[in-house]
């Protein structure tokens, strides 16, 4: 797990502490007040690269596992219980499907009413895709040529992306349209879900979020099956308890905000409503841009530029 300092905590939690040391030496008078014991720049960046990314690699994570058992579903045997299948890209995956018909569950495809369970061992849907591991739960609601609505349960469903493994467990609900054009699959809809536990292991730390009242609308483009680039907009809420304390942000999206294949943010601008604090982050190809309300009485009272890949080294 990732260890913060106390000038890490939610500028609430920070004050608290201030005072009560200032209080302890004779002091907190002289004018002391909360709008001067300021977000310091290094947890505002800590905030913002994960509101960038923590979002995005879970519900790329999700995709992933559901692209995945699309892939598997087409090359089950003719049984529906509790089959082992080798994955097309590698791996292999234990399938069980319920529910449908007799002749629905042998086509391939998912059809409204099917229920399956997949259970992957280090499964890639292509060749180049990312490894799955665990458990994937997913019932259609819904299905046609060209849209599904799927409801899913995770259970220790982990992910090896770029960035690091991300592991999801809790349900999601995903509306799904896809259109393909030769080898290329473009991806689009809603991804909702009450609460996910999100654990993640990035820069080498270990740490656990939880995103909770998730709206997002997501978008990605596939080539061979193999993730390009991927876009979302919405909002969420991002949590986190660490061992010096715990935080909890929402987090809007300006418009689109856009990813590499390797996760990066590329272009877009999102902010983080803290309970005392507002930052706005926005990103280009290089350089990414912070500032710093303090009191969310909207005037800005720090703001600072930094490489995009040195505010994602504090991510995790």
Known sequence: MHSYSLCHLPSHAFTL??????????????????????????????????????????????????????????????????????????GTALLTVTGGTPTSVLNGVLETGEIYQLVYTNCRGAAGAAAVNGTLAMTVQSASATALSLSLGTTDLAVALPRGTVKLTGSVNRQLSNTTTGSTTQLAGQISTPSLSVA?????????????????????????NVLQSTSYSGTHTLSATLPNGAFSYTVSTQGNVNYSATGVPTSGAWSLALPNTLITTSVNSTQASITVDEGKDGTIDRSFVLPVITMLESAG
């Open 200 to 224: 993640t292991q990035f820069n080498a730390r270990n740490s656990v979020f939880t995103l909770s009242n998730v709206n997002i609308t997501r978008q990605a483009t596939l080539q061979n």
């Open 17 to 90: 502490l201030c005072a009560a040391a200032l209080t302890a030496c004779g002091g907190g008078g002289g004018g002391e007040t909360p709008a001067t014991l300021a977000t310091s720049e290094k947890a505002a960046t800590e905030y913002s690269a994960n509101s960038s990314v923590v979002a995005n690699d879970a519900t790329t994570a999700v995709d992933t596992s559901v692209q995945t058992a699309q892939a598997v579903v087409a090359t089950q045997p003719p049984s529906v219980a509790s089959v082992p299948v080798a994955c097309p890209g590698g």
